[in-house]
């Protein structure tokens, strides 16, 4: 059987995540059923992250196995009839044999976009989160350097029973755009449920002056919810890529 990868770009503001979930609107939900009417059966597909309720994506990676072969630039063009230009197909390409989109991952990266200027931007009001704030760029880089590394982020991440939360943080940084607005980017081999979101809360109460950064390891050592800062929301973030071998 063939197996195929789909690059795919989405507005998650529409969606409640990517998870297919009987009743609720989902990114995997609609992609499967415009498979489904292309190719004239179900199709189960894997994906390289699941993102949240609101979060959007740039770089995200499915993959899927058929049992005959099909021609990637139609299937693109058919998908995208359906589905854009909410979620786009970015790419359709046949994939190694034993590809797949969450095991084969070495890495997934994050960015968070916030705006800490005076006023709003209305045009980025869906990937944009306005904190309302000032923010101190140095202190934001002190929180984040903390993150860098193998650690246990229970701290930092939604409660799973009996799942464990250690990740390796392989880059995490902060920079601002010539336009003022300021980047959050982290690399990890993977993350749990609101890691990213947990991240950018704590750095913030950093970069307002409100937590010393190197209280931030503190934190991570606690392996306790509570000792965190709340999460950000959603609609600042974007899972930006997705790394291979």
């Known amino acids: 059987m063939p197996t195929y990868r789909i690059d795919l770009a989405y507005d998650g503001s529409g969606f409640r995540g990517w998870a297919a979930n009987a009743g609720v609107r989902t990114v995997q939900g ?17 994906v ?5 309720a609101g979060v959007h994506a740039r770089g995200q990676v499915v993959s899927f196995a058929i049992s ?6 139609r299937l693109q063009r058919a998908l ?5 230009p909410e979620v786009v197909v970015r790419t359709v390409t046949e994939a190694p ?23 709003p931007d209305p ?3 869906w990937t944009v989160w306005h904190c309302g704030a000032r923010l101190d760029e140095a202190a934001l880089n002190a929180a984040a350097g903390a993150f860098v590394g193998e650690h246990d982020f229970a701290s930092l991440c ?20 010539p336009d003022g607005l300021l980047v959050y980017e982290v690399t990890a081999s993977a993350f749990c449920h609101q890691m990213v979101r947990s991240m950018v809360a704590l750095c913030l109460e950093a970069g307002r002056g409100r937590l010393d950064p190197a209280a931030v390891p503190g934190i991570l050592e606690a392996r306790h919810r509570g000792a965190a800062r ?6 600042g973030l974007t899972l930006w890529e997705v790394a291979y071998p």
């Not at 390289?48 to 949240?52: H, M, N, Q, S």
């Not at 995208?80 to 854009?84: I, P, Q, S």
């Not at 709340?230 to 609609?235: E, F, I, N, Y």
């Open 97 to 119: 044999e034993g590809f797949d989109a969450r095991r084969s991952a070495l890495s997934r990266t994050y960015r968070y976009f916030i705006d800490d200027g005076p006023v």
């Open 80 to 84: 995208n009839r359906l589905l854009a």
């Open 123 to 125: 045009a980025r009001r």
């Open 48 to 52: 390289a992250g699941r993102t949240d």
């Open 230 to 235: 709340g999460v950000a929301p959603p609609h």
């Open 68 to 73: 005959a072969a099909v021609d990637p630039a």
């Open 30 to 46: 609609c992609l499967e059923e415009a498979l489904a009417v292309v190719r004239r059966h179900p199709v189960e597909t894997t």
């Open 158 to 177: 939604r409660q799973a029973d009996g799942a464990s939360r250690v990740r390796r943080v392989l880059a995490a940084s902060w920079w601002r755009e």
